[in-house]
């Protein structure tokens, strides 16, 4: 199967400026371009479509140009907001996009014939005065054309947009022209909200230099629910581990909505179309092993932080799963157990010894000490994963790396017992 077709039943076109661009995909080697703005000190979840997109066509023979834009980044984009961005100081930038670019070189090989190329578009922003900016690109842009994208229009009937968000869009053509002259770029990918600031680009590249460059969009991922996938309760999904770890990034996979995961798993990994059809077929006939949620989060976790990683991530949600966290390492086990119930008690209690009803009752397992006793007596009350059917002194050389107990009813109910030195 060819690229283009690869992505058309992907599901990853939604816009092309050209439909000559289809064959130049399959049959010439282009260098094309993703920009990433650094508004944070790590990418999230929501960018790995586009470090994807660039990872298969390297993979296809095409040359990838990541653009960290340090310099778009301190105007800030409109598209597809409705209130104006913070603006961020020149040392923050500076920050955030040294600490993404170590991240956007972890998806594309820097070597070889179609070696990736990453550059930051402050280089040859920072160098515009006000004059050559409006003489050299201003008068290529028509206001009438601006005003029409989409992007603009949208703040234009809500919160109205500011002359700076506004130039934006003129920044962005000016970094595709400026990768056509350098790099011989003559494609830019983008979401489906940046279609109005790609054709720009397109069209200053013909005015300028009277040749021809091309765009192609993938549509908007969302969630079953129409919100934003990569987005929790919490907030972003982040790619740095320090913000959101491997076992976090897991688990929100492997929570993907079901109406969803056969989409994510065509989009976002490189899995045969061939072995997604079996993981749909093997959901339809066992859903509750969320085969194909599995294979997602696997592949991700993977991608982003490495198999070893991944592999951790699994094991830690199947022992969930199972009830057999007690087996984990303290600091997995604790980040396992982030959502269930915690009980700080005091070391000297343990050093003391504490009778485990006592102990048990203090937590929200259990309504009332007799359904404690009862449950304890059938065999259901758990410390570290060992049954227990009458009640015993706890003592500090039960304790988990000197730090942790595990109490559990039954297979899934858990509860945290921290001690606090």
Same mark, same amino acid.
């Given at each position: 199967?060819?690229?283009?077709?690869?992505?058309?039943?992907?599901?990853?076109?939604?816009?092309?400026?050209?439909?000559?661009?289809?064959?130049?995909?399959?049959?010439?080697?282009?260098?094309?371009?993703?920009?990433?703005?650094?508004?944070?000190?790590?990418?999230?979840?929501?960018?790995?479509?586009?470090?994807?997109?660039?990872?298969?066509?390297?993979?296809?023979?095409?040359?990838?140009?990541?653009?960290?834009?340090?310099?778009?980044?301190?105007?800030?984009?409109?598209?597809?907001?409705?209130?104006?961005?913070?603006?961020?100081?020149?040392?923050?930038?500076?920050?955030?996009?040294?600490?993404?670019?170590?991240?956007?070189?972890?998806?594309?090989?820097?070597?070889?014939?179609?070696?990736?190329?990453?550059?930051?578009?402050?280089?040859?922003?920072?160098?515009?005065?006000?004059?050559?900016?409006?003489?050299?690109?201003?008068?290529?842009?028509?206001?009438?054309?601006?005003?029409?994208?989409?992007?603009?229009?949208?703040?234009?009937?809500?919160?109205?947009?500011?002359?700076?968000?506004?130039?934006?869009?003129?920044?962005?053509?000016?970094?595709?022209?400026?990768?056509?002259?350098?790099?011989?770029?003559?494609?830019?990918?983008?979401?489906?909200?940046?279609?109005?600031?790609?054709?720009?680009?397109?069209?200053?590249?013909?005015?300028?230099?009277?040749?021809?460059?091309?765009?192609?969009?993938?549509?908007?991922?969302?969630?079953?629910?129409?919100?934003?996938?990569?987005?929790?309760?919490?907030?972003?999904?982040?790619?740095?581990?320090?913000?959101?770890?491997?076992?976090?990034?897991?688990?929100?996979?492997?929570?993907?909505?079901?109406?969803?995961?056969?989409?994510?798993?065509?989009?976002?990994?490189?899995?045969?179309?061939?072995?997604?059809?079996?993981?749909?077929?093997?959901?339809?006939?066992?859903?509750?092993?969320?085969?194909?949620?599995?294979?997602?989060?696997?592949?991700?976790?993977?991608?982003?932080? !490495?198999? /070893?990683?991944? =592999?951790? $991530?699994? #094991?830690?949600?199947?022992?969930?799963?199972?009830? %057999? @966290?007690?087996?984990?390492?303290?600091?997995?086990?604790?980040?396992?157990?982030?959502?269930?119930?915690?009980?700080?008690?005091?070391?000297?209690?343990?050093?003391? !010894?504490? /009778?485990?009803? =006592?102990? $048990?009752? #203090?937590?929200?397992?259990?309504?009332?000490?007799? %359904? @404690?006793?009862?449950?304890?007596?059938?065999?259901?009350?758990?410390?570290?994963?060992?049954?227990?059917?009458?009640?015993?002194?706890?003592?500090?050389?039960?304790?988990?790396?000197?730090?942790?107990?595990?109490?559990? #009813?039954?297979?899934?109910?858990?509860?945290?017992?921290?001690?606090?030195?």
């Amino acid at each position: 199967m060819n690229l283009f077709q690869d992505l058309a039943e992907r599901g990853l076109i939604n816009q092309m400026s050209s439909p000559r661009l289809a064959e130049q995909i399959d049959h010439d080697r282009l260098a094309l371009y993703v920009g990433f703005d650094p508004t944070a000190d790590s990418l999230h979840l929501g960018n790995l479509l586009g470090l994807m997109m660039l990872r298969r066509f390297q993979l296809a023979g095409h040359r990838p140009i990541l653009v960290a834009g340090g310099g778009t980044g301190m105007i800030g984009d409109p598209s597809g907001r409705s209130t104006e961005r913070t603006l961020l100081d020149g040392d923050t930038l500076t920050h955030n996009t040294q600490a993404i670019r170590g991240q956007l070189e972890r998806f594309i090989d820097f070597s070889g014939a179609s070696a990736g190329v990453v550059v930051d578009n402050r280089v040859w922003l920072e160098q515009l005065n006000l004059i050559d900016y409006l003489r050299d690109y201003g008068k290529h842009f028509s206001l009438s054309t601006m005003l029409a994208k989409e992007s603009v229009k949208t703040r234009l009937g809500s919160e109205g947009i500011s002359y700076t968000e506004f130039s934006y869009m003129v920044l962005q053509s000016i970094d595709f022209l400026e990768l056509n002259r350098r790099f011989g770029c003559t494609l830019q990918l983008g979401g489906s909200d940046q279609w109005g600031n790609i054709t720009a680009g397109i069209d200053l590249i013909r005015r300028v230099t009277q040749r021809e460059a091309y765009g192609l969009t993938w549509p908007l991922i969302t969630r079953a629910d129409g919100t934003k996938f990569g987005k929790s309760v919490g907030g972003a999904i982040w790619l740095d581990p320090r913000r959101t770890s491997p076992y976090q990034l897991f688990q929100f996979l492997v929570r993907s909505d079901d109406a969803m995961v056969i989409s994510y798993l065509k989009q976002f990994t490189l899995v045969p179309l061939e072995e997604i059809q079996e993981l749909k077929k093997s959901f339809e006939r066992h859903p509750e092993r969320r085969d194909p949620h599995q294979r997602l989060a696997f592949e991700l976790v993977t991608l982003v932080h !490495g198999k /070893d990683e991944a =592999e951790r $991530a699994r #094991r830690a949600s199947r022992s969930l799963f199972v009830g %057999e @966290l007690e087996s984990l390492e303290p600091d997995l086990l604790e980040e396992a157990l982030g959502e269930a119930p915690t009980l700080v008690v005091a070391r000297a209690e343990f050093q003391d !010894g504490i /009778d485990l009803v =006592e102990l $048990a009752a #203090r937590t929200p397992l259990f309504r009332s000490k007799s %359904e @404690l006793r009862r449950t304890l007596t059938q065999g259901g009350l758990y410390v570290n994963g060992l049954a227990q059917q009458e009640s015993c002194p706890i003592t500090e050389t039960m304790l988990i790396d000197r730090r942790f107990l595990v109490l559990r #009813r039954g297979k899934k109910d858990y509860c945290l017992i921290r001690c606090d030195d």
